[in-house]
């Protein structure tokens, strides 16, 4: 089993090594303070004696000689590792005797959904070893608080929350006021390992892809209110800034609150223009249940698209205790296609809470850690396997959209040997072995409005014009996304006159419910 990964990736110049190596002298108490054993890697181009210095400097020992890294096994205080994994010239600081440098411990983990969709097994694996770094996964939904310290990159303090857009625009602020977005972005990749040596919750909640890239696209306003514009504007950003964030997979957590076909819905033309430009798109499937009409709102109605339903773990990393539950949305939409075609654990899900949001009065009991929180919903359900596809794609970048769901369906468990359940490593091993044939679309027809070999829409057949952007002062590229982009070509009204912000047909909501 890989051990526990530390930070230290960040390249500075080598005039830096005397003020670094100062920086890390400890105080006489942290002196003192229990060690840890880590292995340190130097860049190219910097010496091992660079880094033996800075070490001896914050008073550690150099404990053996790893020429064939350009590193060494050294022993010092955990804040004085910390600090040596940023110094100038290191590469990486290890605890104990890593072999894989990106490989991720199980031995904290407090959450079983890892581990329930074989994610560990693809992380550690030597055939592949991948986290989803490099991928960028889109989350439209009500933002992301990208400064945690769980979406951190590898050994830097910037954030991977790499790109931030606004699109409501009753929106006052970027980041994450309700704390949805932000939950489901620490399913898909977040990442406990990035925390300090000294925080308690260091490697204790793991997601699918914890080094994907995020994209947050905010759509919601403050208070977690949205309108399908509003996200039929998140999707054309996604669309256009694909090649800029290597988008290559986006996740709805969201749902219309008005069932209808998928033909002539302007949010199916969205994620359908979304697919056929090569994004693979991700939606829960709803918490209604086999009612009537359960599967027919958009965008989980669509046919294209990977409908996601929720089973219940009971956390547990065993496959025979596994079931659905009631509330999990299940049923043949208004076109008389089955949804959902894939499950995932979304039960009692514990993931990351956006500090200061509404998620944390909206059911304290449900917090856990402090920093985390408990919710259940296909609002968790979804971002299990758009974790999963980043984790895919990363080894196979190749892969199209219609071939990535046919593999995730084809390589699926079954739960009570009825309902298709997710299952990476699987899913993983046939694309290595080359069974990457697409899902059949035959007999499927496109929405109306979308031309399905280009991916364009048809504007003048919808109520409903594109959008321009505009950037804020700093730049999208700024550090965790410290500018954001608005809507500029916002009219409140379609072309009928109907409010489009709050006619009911407009509105979303988010497919989450405490399940504690």
């Known amino acids: 089993m890989n051990k526990p990964v530390a930070p230290g990736r960040i390249r500075w110049a080598v005039a830096c090594l005397a003020i670094a190596a100062s920086a890390l002298v400890p105080a006489a108490a942290e002196a003192r303070a229990p060690r840890v054993e880590v292995i340190v890697q130097m860049d190219a181009g910097h010496r091992a004696a660079e880094g033996k210095a800075a070490v001896r400097a914050a008073g550690g020992e150099v404990t053996g000689d790893l020429p064939i890294i350009n590193g060494f096994a050294a022993e010092l205080g955990r804040g004085a590792a910390d600090r040596l994994a940023g110094a100038d010239g290191v590469k990486a600081v290890t605890a104990d005797n890593a072999v894989e440098p990106q490989g991720i411990s199980l031995s904290r983990l407090q959450t079983a959904y890892p581990a329930s969709v074989d994610a560990p097994q693809v992380w550690n694996n030597p055939i592949a070893d991948v986290s989803g770094r490099g991928v960028g996964v889109a989350v439209i939904d009500t933002g992301i608080a990208g400064g945690m310290p769980d979406f951190r990159a590898a050994g830097s303090s910037s954030s991977r929350v790499v790109a931030n857009a606004v699109t409501n625009p009753d929106a006052r602020t970027p980041g994450d006021a309700y704390g949805h977005g932000t939950h489901v972005a620490g ?79 302007p949010l199916n033309a969205a994620v359908e223009s979304a697919w056929f430009k090569g994004i693979v798109v991700v939606t829960a499937a709803g918490n209604r249940g086999s009612s009537e009409a359960s599967v027919s709102r958009a965008p989980g109605n669509d046919p294209y698209v990977i409908t996601v339903g929720a089973y219940d773990d009971q956390a547990s990393n065993a496959d025979g205790d596994d079931s659905r539950p009631s509330w999990s949305s299940r049923g043949v939409t208004a076109d008389g296609f089955v949804k959902p075609e894939i499950h995932a654990p979304g039960s009692g899900i514990v993931s990351t809470l956006a500090p200061n949001s509404a998620f944390a009065s909206m059911c304290p009991s449900c917090v856990v850690d402090g920093q985390m929180i408990r919710a259940g919903g296909t609002s968790m359900a979804a971002p299990m396997i758009t974790g999963t596809v980043a984790l895919l794609l990363q080894h196979f970048p190749q892969l199209a959209p219609n071939q990535v769901k046919g593999m995730l369906m084809r390589n699926a468990r079954l739960i009570n040997g009825r309902y298709p359940a997710v299952e990476a490593y699987k899913t993983l091993e046939a694309a290595y072995y080359g069974r990457t044939a697409p899902i059949s679309t035959a007999g499927i027809v496109p929405n109306d409005i979308v031309n399905a070999s280009t991916g364009e829409i048809d504007y003048t057949r919808s109520s409903w014009s594109r959008s321009s952007w505009s950037t804020a002062d700093g730049g999208l590229t700024a550090d965790f996304a410290r500018s954001s982009w608005s809507r500029s070509s916002w009219s409140s009204v379609d072309s009928s006159g109907a409010d489009v912000t709050r006619s009911s047909w407009s509105r979303s909501s988010w497919s989450t419910s405490w399940d504690k």
Request: charged share 20%; glycine share 8%; hydrophobic share 35%.
């Open 187 to 265: 399913i898909i990749a977040g990442n406990g390992w990035n925390r300090s040596y000294t925080d308690p919750l260091r490697g204790k909640y793991v997601g699918i892809a914890p080094e994907a890239n995020l994209i947050s696209v905010k759509v919601s306003d403050d208070q977690g209110e949205a309108s399908v514009l509003d996200v039929i504007y998140g999707l054309q950003f996604v669309v256009d800034n694909k090649a800029a964030y290597n988008i290559r997979v986006v996740n709805l957590s969201l749902e219309s609150t008005t069932p209808g076909s998928y033909k002539t819905d």
